[in-house]
């Protein structure tokens, strides 16, 4: 059974790069979509985008300028990069997997909070 | 993008009831409509995938049906554990999209 775990700084200046890594252990990362997803505080869901094992990615058009993912060179996670973060970029983030249109985002990490202040 | 729509927004009810969440897609996703089950400090869990596929483990109170533009989930008989914040999420467009959520809350 596929199981997600984020793990990255919970603390990030204004202005910096928010870089978080989801690892993915008990099953490959060789097919499907490896997404990111926040929340704010007291907000809904906002999803951030994915990244195909074969590199293709596919962002959130809201955040597609400061918006980075990548596939790990020991291809067991993935990676999102945040960059010229605000205080409305503190969310709880989580990475997921998404089994594609027919059967959703199926597994989740339990999510990291970021916080961006100085 | 797709706009997804949910109604209500919050909603109480007693152990028990039968209660119905709607969703609406801005435009047509066919049955690329899933279903999630948030709970109070959890990551999000898939209750139902295409609309209408209750996902392993998930207990058959929870169903869904739908098309098109149109979806609902339902809970046959509350329980209290199914208090949550429950959320739709259309998997047609390569850019995905979740409605703003319902909040359950058990009277």
């Known amino acids: 059974q596929v199981q997600l775990k984020e793990s990255g700084p919970g603390l990030v200046k204004p202005s910096e790069t928010l870089s978080l890594t989801c690892t993915v252990s008990?099953?490959?990362?060789?097919?499907?979509?490896w997404s990111w997803i926040r929340q704010s505080p007291g907000k809904g869901l906002e999803w951030i985008g994915y990244?195909?094992?074969?590199?293709?990615?596919n962002y959130n058009p809201s955040l597609k300028s400061r918006v980075t993912m990548s596939i790990g060179t020991s291809k067991n996670e993935f990676s999102l990069e945040l960059n010229s973060v605000t205080a409305a970029d503190t969310a709880v983030y989580y990475c997921?997997?998404?089994?594609?249109?027919?059967?959703?985002?199926?597994?989740w990490g339990q999510g990291t909070t970021v916080t961006v202040s100085s | 993008d797709i706009k997804m729509t949910q109604s209500p927004s919050s909603l109480s009810a007693s152990v028990g009831d039968r209660v119905t969440i709607t969703c609406r897609a801005s435009?047509?996703?066919?049955?690329?409509l899933n279903w999630y089950q948030q709970k109070p400090g959890k990551a999000p869990k898939l209750l139902i995938y295409t609309a209408s596929n209750l996902q392993s483990g998930v207990p058959s109170r929870f169903s869904g049906s739908g098309s098109g533009t149109d979806f609902t989930l339902t809970i046959s008989s509350l329980q209290p554990e199914d208090l949550a914040t429950y959320y739709c999420q259309q998997s047609y467009s390569a850019l995905r999209t979740f409605g703003q959520g319902t909040n359950l809350e058990i009277k």
């Open positions: 997921a997997l998404d089994s594609g249109s027919y059967y959703g985002m199926d597994v």
């Open positions: 435009q047509n996703i066919n049955n690329y």
């Open positions: 990244i195909h094992y074969s590199g293709s990615t």
């Open positions: 008990g099953g490959s990362i060789n097919d499907y979509h």
